[in-house]
């Protein structure tokens, strides 16, 4: 059992790492911002303008195309608009929500009455017991028992055999059987209900990158003669409700750690945060209920014979609205579940999903969006790998390790790969620059033959074309192989290349500029 001083220090050592400085993660280093407050201006003005414009013309496009999409009925009698229902991620938790949410609530209450019953207490028996009633009466008892027989699979093989090969063996097989025929055929016999089904296949798929965290710490704990976890303290960990379908994802280490912390009272200031942030979600999820009144971006991309004739303004305005309101579903789906974490005094990332509007480089992207993921991925396949730490081919290694798992856990089936290679080779890119940048040599060079304004732009240059790549990864990843095509191929031949060209590097000065100024506001 780990000591309260010694948990206490692992935890802060732990989020003092939480900013690595990896491959996967990126090189973080902002260097001053070297542009005239004129010349900036022209950038950001150029950037605004593309995307109002855009936005104007998928409006245009959503509005004399209504007849051809997946459109819903007014809901909203104030807006009197129907309504785009092809954001089908979207629309299904929404559709599951009112089904959690007693469960939801029960959990905060009920957590809070037995601190105040066994205040020196931790709460596993309460976390384990809470979450199986609520799963096996919104899933069902047979659904629960299929989740139990995963889990126990990882348990026993963690415990009780020699082999590391062997958890990840088990880990990546029962991945398969979320995937592929003819394990998917089986289980949609068993759950016909395709809502239901969905519901127990992303669940599943959420439990099982928390078994293999539980199975690769339980391994090295025997491997250093310590101690084994309980199956209680598996249980209560994967299992726990808040976190469960949505996440963000923590470790076992973090919750192992946390839960044997000595626990203290939130503060009124901590539950006005909360109740803060909770009103910030609502506006989020109200806005996103909103915007699918208006711009039909996920329903105008599901007609292929549309996609091919939309404007070229409004294809790349979808493009850039996708992003956007993929960003803003996961700050409501991290959001929520984080609060109830953090009442139970555990402490998931921080912050939520970064601004997609806001990454220029995609190393940023994979640290920022899922940090939960991240930390999970950079714990238990990056850093064992050797990461940063033995030189560029091992880094590209535990880089291409960590992406193919991600893959294959996000599905395994050929867009997933293809967005998966992209960001591949983008990120190893960008490191390899890292790498090249941070060489004596170059400094020297820079220092005699280059000002801080024209490094500026060099780097821009250099960085646009990974970018660029990055850009069009994430339309197969929102839309799959064949209107990725559709997107990229039109883009790039529709419009004149200069016009593109700009749009990419007026979007890399904004996205720097407030890179900045962010880092500014940190550093004092």
């Known amino acids: 059992m780990i000591t309260m001083s010694d948990s206490m220090k692992k935890v802060a050592s732990d989020r003092k790492k939480q900013q690595p400085k990896e491959a996967i993660q990126g090189h973080a280093t902002v260097e001053q911002f070297a542009l005239s407050k004129i010349e900036l201006s022209i950038y950001v003005t150029i950037y605004i303008f593309f995307i109002v414009y855009g936005s104007y013309n998928v409006f245009q496009t959503s509005k004399e195309n209504e007849h051809q999409l997946n459109l819903q009925e007014p809901t909203w009698k104030v807006l009197n608009r129907n309504k785009d229902v092809s954001n089908h991620e979207w629309q299904f938790y929404r559709g599951w929500f009112p089904k959690f949410a007693p ?7 009920l957590s809070k009455v037995y601190d105040w019953i066994f205040p020196a207490k931790n709460k596993l028996y309460f ?3 809470h979450s199986l009633l609520a799963i096996s009466t919104i899933y ?6 299929l989740m139990l027989i ?3 699979a990882h348990y026993l093989i963690s415990t009780y055999t020699v082999s590391k090969t062997l958890v990840w063996v088990v880990n990546l097989m029962s991945i398969a059987t979320l995937n592929y025929s003819p394990f998917t055929d089986y289980m949609m016999t068993w759950i016909p209900h395709r809502r239901q089904y969905y519901l127990y296949n992303f669940s599943v798929a959420m439990l099982l990158i928390k078994f293999l965290s539980f199975s690769l710490e339980q391994w090295d704990q025997r491997y250093n003669k310590k101690p084994a976890f309980s199956l209680t303290e598996m249980i209560s960990y994967a299992f726990y409700l808040p976190l469960l379908v949505l996440g963000p994802h923590i470790t076992f280490h973090q919750f192992h750690t946390e ?3 000595p626990k203290r009272g939130i503060t009124k200031k901590e539950y006005f945060n909360h109740a803060v942030t909770f009103l910030r979600l609502l506006f989020w999820a109200i806005f996103m209920e909103v915007f699918l009144h208006f711009m039909y971006i996920n329903a105008i991309s599901e007609v292929y014979s549309l996609m091919d004739n939309v404007p070229l303004w409004s294809l790349a305005t979808i493009g850039f609205w996708q992003g956007q309101s993929f960003q803003m579903k996961y700050v409501v789906y991290f959001g929520l579940p984080s609060i109830m974490a953090r009442l139970d005094q555990f402490h998931p990332p921080e912050k939520g999903p970064v601004c997609i509007s806001t990454v220029y480089k995609y190393s940023r992207m994979w640290r920022n969006f899922d940090r939960g993921l991240h930390l999970m991925i950079k714990r238990h396949i990056y850093v064992p790998l050797g990461g940063s730490r033995h030189g560029i081919w091992w880094l590209l290694l535990a880089s291409g390790a960590s992406f193919l798992y991600i893959g294959f856990w996000h599905g395994g089936i050929q867009y997933i790969f293809f967005w998966i290679m992209i960001n591949f080779v983008s990120v190893g890119l960008e490191s390899i620059g890292g790498i090249i940048t941070s060489k004596a040599a170059y400094t020297k060079f820079k220092a005699d033959h280059l000002n801080c304004e ?5 780097e821009s240059l250099c960085i646009m074309p990974v970018f660029m790549m990055s850009a069009f990864a994430i339309f197969y ?4 192989m064949a209107t990725g095509d559709i997107f990229v191929k039109r883009l790039l031949t529709g419009y004149p290349l200069v016009v593109v060209l700009l749009s990419f590097y007026c979007s890399i000065q904004t996205c720097k ?12």
């Open 103 to 109: 469960f939801f609530i029960s959990h905060v209450v």
């Open 127 to 129: 976390y384990m017991i």
């Open 140 to 145: 069902g008892v047979f659904q629960l028992a």
């Open 150 to 152: 995963y889990a126990l």
């Open 259 to 261: 839960c044997n912390e």
């Open 454 to 458: 024209a490094w500026h732009h060099i």
């Open 477 to 480: 990843f929102f839309n799959g």
């Open 513 to 524: 500029a407030l890179e900045a100024r962010s880092t500014k506001k940190k550093t004092g």
